[in-house]
């Protein structure tokens, strides 16, 4: 199975800070790199697909780089709304496999 | 919009059984992939199984494959997950999913809002 790796595990920032957060795959999986977010007690909700493609509805705020087995998830201004969990997930291979997660808190 | 509700999840013995379903809407259901994930209490995402559009096709993770069995009935729009000789470790919320088409196909793009399963004695 490929594993995910995500760094930090969690960090603290203020409103209006960018935020970026890094997602490692053990091998390449090309661009088939997904992130999701989660608050607590509630769904997680799909952000981005293939690296850097934006889900439906979702504020251009989010965006996502990376290829092959390094990529990264950027929040440009964060706003409350934003404090959640992130995790990032390939679908390259089966089974598809997710990052441990990063804590996004209010500072 | 789309929507996915998920229900009969529930308090279970080791070693019993329970049928999660889960009831799609405001989308052609017949024309896309579902999956079910899970997550334990306090811990991260866990995918459990992948079923075709049609039904023919299922994909199980290693720790369920042999006692879960995921179907679908397109007629009635709904996804299901029979899970037999639960154990401790199957403790979890269980979310039904949809994949995505085109250049999102393979992962995810709406979740239902997830269903509770206790294994406990």
């Known amino acids: 199975d490929i594993q995910m790796t995500q760094s930090p595990s969690s960090l603290s920032a203020s409103v209006g800070d960018r935020v970026t957060i890094t997602c490692r795959a053990s091998?390449?999986?090309?661009?088939?790199l997904a992130w999701f977010q989660q608050k607590p007690g509630k769904a997680p909700k799909s952000l981005i697909y293939?690296?850097?493609s934006l889900q439906s509805g979702v504020p251009s705020k989010f965006s996502g780089s990376g290829s092959g087995t390094d990529f990264t998830l950027t929040i440009s201004s964060l706003q409350p709304e934003d404090f959640a969990t992130y995790y990032c997930?390939?679908?390259?291979?089966?089974?598809?496999?997710f990052g441990p997660g990063t804590k996004v808190e209010i500072k | 919009q789309v929507q996915l509700v998920e229900s009969g999840g529930g308090l279970v013995k080791p070693g019993g059984s329970l049928r999660l379903s889960c009831a799609a809407s405001?989308?052609?259901?017949?024309?896309?992939?579902m999956s079910w994930f899970r997550q334990a209490p306090g811990k991260g995402l866990e995918w459990v199984s992948y079923?075709?559009?049609?039904?023919?096709?299922?994909y199980y993770a290693d720790s369920v494959k042999g006692r879960f069995t995921i179907s679908r009935d397109n007629a009635k729009n709904s996804l299901y997950l029979q899970m037999d000789s639960l154990r401790a470790e199957d403790t979890a919320v269980y979310y039904c999913?949809?994949?995505?088409?085109?250049?999102?196909?393979?992962?995810?793009?709406?979740w239902g809002q997830g269903t509770l399963v206790t294994v406990s004695s």
């Open positions: 999913a949809r994949l995505g088409q085109l250049a999102a196909a393979g992962t995810t793009d709406y």
């Open positions: 405001g989308f052609t259901f017949s024309d896309y992939y």
């Open positions: 293939a690296a850097s």
């Open positions: 079923i075709g559009s049609s039904g023919s096709t299922m």
């Open positions: 997930q390939q679908y390259n291979s089966y089974p598809p496999t």
């Open positions: 091998q390449g999986i090309s661009n088939y």
